[in-house]
């Protein structure tokens, strides 16, 4: 019978039982998707949260389940809950409410009994110039608050996302293209969130997780141009340029908050340190080099 079908157990997980199930919440975006591929390559059965509507679960219905939940309202999350091992919860990116979905998270693991819980949060949350990332560490203080155990996690920016840009031999963003970041590679975060979830140790840790280099965008194009074997040119668009085109599709408040983080990114870029990611994975990070080349 599958982890998610029994009966719900009243227990208190240690963090040192066999992991056999997990409810991925968040897990038809890209990083859901990374680290429901990770999951299921150790092994562990997934149930796969996702909006009202989602469309196009890429998971065989044997491995992964998807499970409606209304994180707004906490409308399916109790019966999501039932019966699985641990959490990993990943709010949709820049959404107002991320503390009271994290509240109704936590609440809900709490009420199930299931302590192992990781949350995805972003590096430097404490960063006040950008409205997102304060959400962040706000949502982070409340799930500790709630759940001694919890786990944190604290990626950079991934290098996928100027990968596509890449590849297609133009790379254009809104801010600094001399900027600072230690982008990280995805697959290295997705690799991290599983063994976390999976293994034991990491109760109520809080960990960094960036790239092995400092780049800017000017040297990321350099990188991809030596590998593809073509030139990829590289240029900064500016903030109304990309307010009227990319970001006209969101909400003000969304928009809003890109454009904070544009600003931030500007002035500082997003730069941390590759000590836990490569502690954790127990290899090399993963450079940018390797990303393009894997997926070229």
């Given at each position: 019978m599958p982890?998610w079908?029994?009966?719900?157990?009243?227990?208190?997980?240690?963090?040192?039982?066999?992991?056999t199930?997990?409810l991925?919440?968040?897990a038809?975006g890209?990083?859901?998707r990374?680290v429901?591929?990770?999951?299921?390559?150790r092994g562990v059965?997934?149930r796969?949260?996702?909006?009202?509507?989602?469309q196009g679960?890429p998971y065989?219905a044997?491995?992964?389940?998807p499970?409606t939940v209304?994180?707004?309202t906490?409308?399916?999350?109790?019966?999501?809950?039932?019966g699985?091992?641990a959490?990993?919860?990943?709010?949709?990116?820049?959404?107002?409410?991320?503390v009271g979905?994290?509240?109704?998270?936590?609440?809900?693991a709490?009420?199930a009994g299931?302590?192992r819980f990781?949350?995805?949060?972003?590096?430097?949350?404490?960063?006040?110039?950008?409205p997102h990332?304060?959400?962040k560490?706000?949502?982070?203080k409340?799930?500790?608050?709630?759940?001694?155990t919890?786990?944190?996690l604290?990626?950079?920016?991934y290098?996928q996302?100027?990968?596509?840009?890449?590849?297609?031999?133009?790379?254009a963003?809104?801010y600094?293209i001399d900027?600072p970041?230690t982008?990280?590679?995805?697959d290295?975060?997705?690799?991290?969130?599983a063994?976390?979830?999976?293994?034991a140790g990491?109760?109520?840790?809080?960990y960094?997780l960036?790239g092995?280099?400092?780049?800017?965008?000017r040297?990321?194009?350099?990188?991809?141009?030596?590998?593809?074997?073509?030139?990829v040119d590289v240029?900064?668009?500016?903030?109304?340029?990309?307010?009227a085109g990319p970001?006209?599709?969101?909400?003000e408040?969304?928009?809003?908050d890109l454009?904070a983080?544009?600003?931030a990114?500007d002035r500082d870029?997003?730069?941390?340190?590759?000590?836990?990611?490569?502690?954790?994975?127990g290899?090399p990070?993963?450079?940018?080099?390797?990303?393009?080349?894997r997926?070229?």
């Amino acid at each position: 019978m599958p982890v998610w079908q029994r009966a719900p157990r009243p227990r208190r997980s240690t963090g040192y039982d066999r992991v056999t199930g997990v409810l991925v919440i968040g897990a038809a975006g890209k990083t859901g998707r990374a680290v429901t591929r990770a999951l299921l390559a150790r092994g562990v059965r997934v149930r796969a949260a996702v909006r009202p509507g989602s469309q196009g679960m890429p998971y065989a219905a044997e491995l992964a389940s998807p499970v409606t939940v209304e994180l707004t309202t906490g409308l399916g999350l109790g019966e999501a809950m039932v019966g699985v091992d641990a959490v990993y919860h990943l709010a949709p990116n820049v959404h107002p409410d991320e503390v009271g979905i994290a509240t109704r998270v936590v609440e809900s693991a709490r009420a199930a009994g299931v302590s192992r819980f990781v949350f995805h949060s972003v590096l430097h949350p404490e960063d006040a110039s950008m409205p997102h990332h304060v959400r962040k560490a706000e949502a982070e203080k409340v799930i500790r608050t709630r759940l001694s155990t919890a786990t944190v996690l604290r990626p950079a920016a991934y290098g996928q996302n100027l990968l596509d840009a890449a590849l297609l031999g133009r790379m254009a963003v809104p801010y600094s293209i001399d900027a600072p970041f230690t982008n990280v590679d995805l697959d290295d975060v997705a690799e991290v969130a599983a063994l976390i979830l999976t293994g034991a140790g990491h109760a109520g840790a809080t960990y960094e997780l960036c790239g092995p280099e400092s780049l800017s965008v000017r040297e990321q194009a350099r990188i991809a141009s030596e590998v593809l074997g073509h030139p990829v040119d590289v240029s900064r668009i500016s903030l109304e340029e990309w307010a009227a085109g990319p970001g006209s599709a969101m909400s003000e408040q969304a928009r809003e908050d890109l454009l904070a983080m544009f600003r931030a990114y500007d002035r500082d870029g997003l730069s941390g340190d590759a000590t836990d990611l490569e502690r954790l994975l127990g290899r090399p990070a993963t450079p940018w080099r390797v990303t393009v080349g894997r997926a070229a």
